[in-house]
């Protein structure tokens, strides 16, 4: 199992939300302070570059207008890092495909990130949450068709090597496309795709062969999309499957259960981000059942429901893994049995006023004396090619 | 199909779409197309137009209990599509009525033939951009609080409650395939064909456009300017009126509409 270093990269110093309305899409930039954002970006990047000493990977993403995310273009971030890192892979997860203009541009992109890095790269696309589409302005009932277009037309700019070619889809048209660079990575870098609660679009991502991830969720729902994805898998070998999953938690690693506690519940900031009802759920984002149920009262969102409980709740769940090593070692290993395995460990290991030297703490603690472990524990066995062929 | 509170409800093959419509009263052809919220088709008012009319209550696709195929995706698709489905009933002289979003389409089609339409009642539509770039014609629905929609909509804001807790699942799902729809149509541009202003001119028979004095969501202003862009068209305004004028001041709208309705009637 890989482990990797995620944070959204937060400005924390807003308004009290009590104050506001919400801290994604209206809050007035005028509370933002570039001369902060400025010593913020340099520290995020400064956590990421010590990920790659301590060994671990590196995951970025974007998210817009929110406090909740100042990294706005992850393909720059990834390019920064790209340079100042050596070892460790980045993965952008991801690249918002729905909300994008151009996906031969972000073709582009990646192949010039996973270039300068020498293949270092992940590329991951994701539909986007709710609230990203009053950012980007994408109508909410196209989201999906958005993002397996510009998928299939990225991938086609990737691997494309004959000169130019013709698209003509639904959303994007192109005459002569014959991208340069192109990717370090032959064929492509690995392919991302996040995913809540669709089994016909995980299923679509495990057909392709690429890597499924979710974001804080209970494990039950977690191991009915592993499972899934598991089903529809094209990889023969189970621990090549096992290597396309990923899960992310929230994660605090302290020298005590007190400090660790401490940790866990600044991190948790992200989850209570306040964000008006009408941003969390724009007509036709969800299936129509779900709003059925949202019109009875009993639907607020996607994740309001499990955000809403407690911290003790969250870690039972598995959507925060906080505590001394040997606990979060634990966690981690209640985690993989209770979801049925996975292979991939995405952490946001900063939110909120989690400082500079906390978030040090927490990584570095994880890096020695968890990361080890786990790397044993839930090591990648060969493959059995015999056992397969009977 | 029928139910006591709907005449006679059937399903008409238009292309590949499953069209639902409803016909109640009998008399000269009346087609009414129904706000986006389905709200109109409920109302007394149909019943009060059913005295003198058969009228026809098509469904457009994506609401009530219409189809709606992935390549329907524009007003233009609509409208055409809802040519088709006057040819397929093959009505004369019939007359048009669209409210809000309805309104809209019923624009759209009146610009492209009248062949069929004999006269047009346009409610609170939704459709052209009056002015520039940085003018907000119609107020953000989508981005606005659920309550704060409906001070705008609603000359009074409690004419806008309705409780949905106690309404069966099947009334519920089209509720929100209505307000899907509506999305997938008018979230970009967002509730305007960018094409339709300059082609209102092209609308040659008898237009009324009624509008709430209340409507916060597309202005009174709005509502001339679109009237202006009719040849010959008259626009009226119904006082304590919101978006749903007929909704709120069913008696002061009866005797715009009415009027109008009788006079075209004996011109005809």
Same mark, same amino acid.
């Not at chain 1, 929230?250 to 209570?272: C, N, P, Q, R």
């Not at chain 1, 969800?286 to 969250?314: E, H, M, Q």
């Not at chain 2, 669209?98 to 389409?105: E, Q, V």
């Given at each position: 199992?890989?482990?990797?270093?995620?944070?959204?990269?937060?400005?924390?110093?807003?308004?009290?939300?009590?104050?506001?309305?919400?801290?994604?899409?209206?809050?007035?930039? %005028?509370?933002?302070?570039?001369?902060?954002?400025?010593?913020?970006?340099?520290?995020?990047?400064?956590?990421?570059?010590?990920? +790659?000493?301590?060994?671990?990977?590196?995951?970025?993403?974007?998210?817009?207008?929110?406090?909740?995310?100042?990294?706005?273009?992850?393909?720059?971030?990834?390019?920064?890092?790209?340079?100042?890192?050596?070892?460790?892979?980045?993965?952008?997860?991801?690249?918002?495909?729905?909300?994008?203009?151009?996906?031969?541009?972000?073709?582009?992109?990646?192949?010039?990130?996973?270039?300068?890095?020498?293949?270092?790269?992940?590329?991951?696309?994701?539909?986007?949450?709710?609230?990203?589409?009053?950012?980007?302005?994408?109508?909410?009932?196209?989201?999906?068709?958005?993002?397996?277009?510009?998928? +299939?037309?990225?991938?086609?700019?990737?691997?494309?090597?004959?000169?130019?070619?013709?698209?003509?889809?639904?959303?994007?048209?192109?005459?002569?496309?014959?991208?340069?660079?192109?990717?370090?990575?032959?064929?492509?870098?690995?392919?991302?795709?996040?995913?809540?609660?669709?089994?016909?679009?995980?299923?679509?991502?495990?057909?392709?062969?690429?890597?499924?991830?979710?974001?804080?969720?209970?494990?039950?729902?977690? %191991?009915?999309?592993?499972?899934?994805?598991?089903?529809?898998?094209?990889?023969?070998?189970?621990?090549?499957?096992?290597?396309?999953?990923?899960?992310?938690?929230?994660?605090?690693?302290?020298?005590?259960?007190?400090?660790?506690?401490?940790?866990?519940?600044?991190?948790?900031?992200?989850? =209570?981000? %306040?964000?008006?009802?009408?941003?969390?759920?724009?007509?036709?984002?969800?299936?129509?059942?779900?709003?059925?149920?949202?019109?009875?009262?009993?639907?607020?969102?996607?994740? +309001?429901?499990?955000?809403?409980? =407690?911290?003790?709740?969250?870690?039972?769940?598995?959507?925060?893994?906080?505590?001394?090593?040997?606990?979060?070692?634990?966690?981690?290993?209640?985690?993989?049995?209770?979801?049925?395995?996975?292979?991939?460990?995405?952490?946001?290991?900063?939110?909120?006023?989690?400082?500079?030297?906390?978030?040090?703490?927490?990584?570095?603690?994880?890096?020695?004396?968890?990361?080890?472990?786990?790397?044993?524990?839930?090591?990648?066995?060969?493959?059995?090619?015999?056992?397969?062929?009977? | 199909?029928?139910?006591?509170?709907?005449?006679?409800?059937?399903?008409?093959?238009?292309?590949?779409?499953?069209?639902?419509?409803?016909?109640?009263?009998?008399?000269?052809?009346?087609?009414?197309?129904?706000?986006?919220?389905?709200?109109?088709?409920?109302?007394?008012?149909?019943?009060?137009?059913?005295?003198?009319?058969?009228?026809?209550?098509?469904?457009?696709?994506?609401?009530?209990?219409?189809?709606?195929?992935?390549?329907?995706?524009?007003?233009?698709?609509?409208?055409?599509?809802?040519?088709?489905?006057?040819?397929?009933?093959?009505?004369?002289?019939?007359?048009?009525?669209?409210?809000?979003?309805?309104?809209?389409?019923?624009?759209?089609?009146?610009?492209?033939?009248?062949?069929?339409?004999?006269?047009?009642?346009?409610?609170?539509?939704?459709?052209?951009?009056?002015?520039?770039?940085?003018?907000?014609?119609?107020?953000?629905?989508?981005?606005?609080?659920?309550?704060?929609?409906?001070?705008?909509?609603?000359?009074?804001?409690?004419?806008?409650?309705?409780?949905?807790?106690?309404?069966?699942?099947?009334?519920?799902?089209?509720?929100?395939?209505?307000?899907?729809?509506?999305?997938?149509?008018?979230?970009?541009?967002?509730?305007?064909?960018?094409?339709?202003?300059?082609?209102?001119?092209?609308?040659?028979?008898?237009?009324?456009?009624?509008?709430?004095?209340?409507?916060?969501?597309?202005?009174?202003?709005?509502?001339?300017?679109?009237?202006?862009?009719?040849?010959?068209?008259?626009?009226?305004?119904?006082?304590?009126?919101?978006?749903?004028?007929?909704?709120?001041?069913?008696?002061?709208?009866?005797?715009?509409?009415?009027?109008?309705?009788?006079?075209?009637?004996?011109?005809?």
């Amino acid at each position: 199992m890989y482990a990797w270093h995620f944070t959204e990269m937060p400005y924390p110093d807003h308004p009290d939300p009590d104050t506001v309305p919400s801290v994604r899409v209206s809050l007035p930039n %005028k509370h933002f302070d570039p001369k902060l954002g400025a010593d913020l970006y340099n520290r995020y990047l400064d956590e990421h570059m010590l990920a +790659d000493d301590l060994g671990l990977n590196i995951m970025l993403n974007e998210h817009h207008q929110t406090v909740t995310c100042l990294d706005v273009a992850a393909p720059l971030a990834a390019a920064i890092l790209a340079r100042q890192t050596s070892k460790a892979r980045i993965c952008i997860l991801g690249n918002p495909m729905a909300n994008r203009a151009d996906p031969v541009r972000i073709a582009e992109e990646m192949a010039m990130v996973d270039c300068i890095s020498r293949g270092r790269l992940d590329v991951g696309f994701v539909r986007g949450v709710p609230y990203e589409l009053f950012a980007s302005n994408t109508n909410p009932t196209q989201t999906l068709e958005r993002l397996w277009e510009g998928i +299939d037309l990225c991938v086609k700019a990737w691997t494309h090597r004959e000169g130019c070619f013709n698209f003509e889809g639904k959303f994007w048209h192109k005459r002569s496309v014959n991208i340069w660079p192109t990717p370090y990575q032959q064929p492509h870098p690995p392919v991302w795709i996040t995913g809540s609660s669709d089994k016909e679009n995980i299923r679509e991502v495990a057909r392709r062969g690429f890597t499924f991830a979710m974001f804080l969720q209970p494990y039950e729902k977690v %191991k009915e999309m592993f499972d899934a994805y598991r089903e529809a898998t094209i990889y023969d070998d189970p621990e090549e499957a096992r290597r396309h999953i990923a899960y992310m938690p929230l994660v605090a690693t302290g020298e005590t259960e007190e400090e660790a506690l401490g940790f866990a519940k600044k991190v948790a900031w992200y989850l =209570g981000a %306040k964000t008006a009802p009408q941003f969390r759920n724009p007509p036709g984002y969800v299936p129509i059942s779900f709003n059925v149920s949202a019109l009875k009262g009993g639907y607020a969102g996607r994740t +309001d429901a499990v955000r809403a409980r =407690g911290i003790d709740y969250l870690k039972e769940q598995g959507v925060m893994m906080f505590g001394t090593p040997d606990q979060v070692f634990e966690q981690v290993k209640a985690f993989y049995g209770h979801v049925g395995g996975f292979g991939q460990l995405l952490m946001m290991q900063q939110a909120g006023h989690l400082s500079h030297e906390e978030t040090v703490k927490s990584m570095t603690l994880f890096a020695r004396e968890v990361y080890p472990r786990i790397r044993e524990e839930f090591a990648f066995k060969p493959a059995n090619k015999g056992a397969a062929a009977q | 199909m029928a139910d006591n509170n709907s005449g006679n409800v059937e399903f008409l093959k238009i292309e590949d779409v499953d069209l639902e419509v409803e016909r109640r009263g009998a008399g000269p052809p009346l087609v009414l197309l129904d706000d986006e919220e389905g709200l109109t088709r409920e109302s007394p008012l149909v019943d009060e137009l059913a005295k003198s009319f058969e009228v026809i209550i098509p469904s457009t696709p994506g609401f009530g209990r219409s189809s709606r195929p992935d390549w329907i995706e524009t007003m233009d698709d609509i409208a055409y599509l809802m040519l088709d489905f006057l040819d397929a009933t093959g009505v004369e002289d019939a007359t048009l009525i669209g409210f809000s979003l309805g309104g809209w389409i019923a624009a759209e089609m009146a610009t492209k033939n009248v062949t069929r339409i004999g006269r047009l009642a346009l409610i609170d539509p939704y459709g052209i951009k009056v002015r520039g770039p940085w003018d907000r014609d119609t107020q953000d629905i989508w981005f606005l609080t659920k309550e704060e929609v409906q001070v705008l909509k609603y000359a009074d804001p409690k004419n806008g409650d309705i409780d949905y807790t106690e309404m069966p699942d099947e009334k519920l799902e089209v509720i929100a395939r209505n307000r899907e729809s509506f999305a997938r149509f008018c979230w970009q541009p967002y509730m305007h064909n960018p094409k339709l202003k300059r082609r209102l001119h092209r609308i040659s028979i008898p237009t009324l456009v009624i509008w709430g004095a209340a409507d916060g969501v597309i202005t009174t202003d709005y509502g001339k300017a679109y009237a202006g862009e009719i040849p010959g068209a008259r626009f009226e305004v119904i006082e304590n009126g919101g978006h749903f004028p007929h909704l709120e001041q069913p008696e002061l709208f009866w005797e715009v509409l009415g009027g109008f309705l009788a006079d075209a009637q004996q011109a005809a």
